[in-house]
């Protein structure tokens, strides 16, 4: 077991020896495979520079197992680096945004069964739940006029980390205002902030999300993770 901490508070004790991200191939995203979904174990892995995602293997006795992954390059966005077009901005203007209001009602709307949030099982709400439950996970909702949940986010923050995990949109442009009301909210806190969003996707390129190398994410993950949290 060892102890971690971040925002200058230690996070519970993980009985787990999590891969070093730092000891991995360049060329691999996923650099272990096993443990648990336990909290703990998920609140290590982020504060390493890891977070959790099934993989499917064709050796595997199962149909996947849990993986661990550290891509190289990732994907981050400056808070300096934003990009609001015109018609983002005049969107903005449609929707009412909260935070930590429906976090588990935010998961369950990424969870797209046979497209990219299939990865999101009931176990990973599960933990996540709990995580936000423990002040660690944390959820922006988007809302319609019509007061209906039109999209969202959600992610892990340690210190000045946040990791984005994964958004939703059921009306055109509600992720993209989730994801702009997030970076308003981080730049008003002071100190380092790291919003990592995990792989750069031509979606996020498109807001000013960049590559950076893995060892460059893994040091500016050490500086955050000396910040104070911000939600």
Known sequence: MRQVEAGGFA???CRWQLPDPFDADPDEDLVGIGADLDPAT???????????????LADAHESSVLGWWSPNPRGVLPLT?????KSLSHS????????????????NGCQRPGEEGEWITQEFINTYGQLNSMGFAHS????NDKGELAGGLYGIELGGLFAGESMFHRDSDASKVALVALVEKLSRC??????????KTDHLA??????IPRDQYLE????????????
């Open 220 to 231: 500016a993950l050490g500086v955050a993770l000396a910040n104070q949290a911000c939600f």
């Open 190 to 199: 002071p100190g380092p902030r790291l919003l990592d969003v995990q792989w």
């Open 42 to 56: 998920v609140l290590h892995a982020y504060a390493s520079g890891l977070f959790p995602m099934h993989v499917n």
């Open 92 to 107: 903005m203007r449609k929707f009412e945004v909260t935070f930590d209001r429906a976090f588990i009602e935010v998961m």
């Open 81 to 85: 680096g934003l990009r609001v077009s």
């Open 206 to 211: 498109s807001m000013g999300v960049i590559d």
């Open 11 to 13: 996070l519970p004790l």
């Open 140 to 143: 922006v909702e988007v809302w």
